[in-house]
């Protein structure tokens, strides 16, 4: 179960949470933070603000999948698994084409 606390502009785990695709299990310890998701401004009274409760897990483990440099495509069909949990289908696959959209041309700049 997700633990956090939110912090001024980040959210910050208040316990170790640890999850699983396929074999490999990901151990985060207390006090990992992230910003949440990167919603625009635009999206936000549909998806909800960068620190919602509903996008919290789903934004924690794409940002640790990124970190760890997981393959894209796998971390961002499990950000829509995620998602799919807390949110409705149709909320859910908006965001992962967002995600889809707008996580390539941000990192492709980086």
């Known amino acids: 179960m997700l ?22 299990v990901f151990s ?9 998701a990167d919603i625009p ?3 936000r009274p549909f998806f909800g603000g960068a620190l919602s409760a509903k ?9 640790w999948l990124i ?5 894209y495509k796998q ?8 998602l799919k949990k807390n949110r ?4 859910s696959w908006c965001m992962y084409q967002g995600v889809r959209a707008y996580g390539h041309f941000y990192w492709k700049k980086r």
């Open 67 to 71: 970190y760890v440099k997981w393959d």
């Open 41 to 43: 401004k635009i999206f």
């Open 88 to 91: 409705g289908v149709i909320s």
């Open 75 to 82: 971390r961002d069909l499990y950000f829509y698994k995620i």
């Open 3 to 24: 633990e956090y606390k939110r912090v001024k502009d980040r959210l910050v785990l208040t316990q170790p949470y640890s999850f699983k695709i396929g074999e490999t």
């Open 55 to 63: 996008n919290a897990e789903a934004s924690l483990v794409h940002d």
């Open 28 to 36: 985060l310890p207390k006090n990992t933070s992230w910003n949440g």
